[in-house]
């Protein structure tokens, strides 16, 4: 088996079929988009596929080690991925074709009106896995 991270992006990947930002959506809406998030997760605990997910809060820090004797630096001249990534999920899985299948059914998590929003996944193996593709 092998892991893989599903990386749900606020922004920063090509726009989804529903392109509409969650900040719009009705709270019903968010409610059906977290309850297939959820049952998503619960039957790959049946398979024994899921590791853990979680979402994440827009607000962060980045910290980092200034030197011996110094208090970390915060914020600064970085990347904002707490504008980019909204989420992620922890797959373990017998092969890269299934980790597609699998990310590809959870870009069809319902957003506005209730469609699905088409939204682009990021996979990215665990370090180390060397992706197992069958033919």
Known sequence: MAKYL???HYRGAPASANDVPMDQWSQEEISAHL???RDFAARLEETGEFVDSQALAPEGT???????GRPPVTDGPFAETKDLI???????VDSYERAVELAGELSAAPGAGGKPIHEWLELRPFYGVQPTITE
């Open 6 to 8: 599903l990386l749900k």
């Open 35 to 37: 309850q297939y998030m």
């Open 62 to 68: 980045w910290v980092r080690y200034d030197g011996e």
């Open 86 to 92: 909204a989420g992620w999920m922890v797959i373990d």
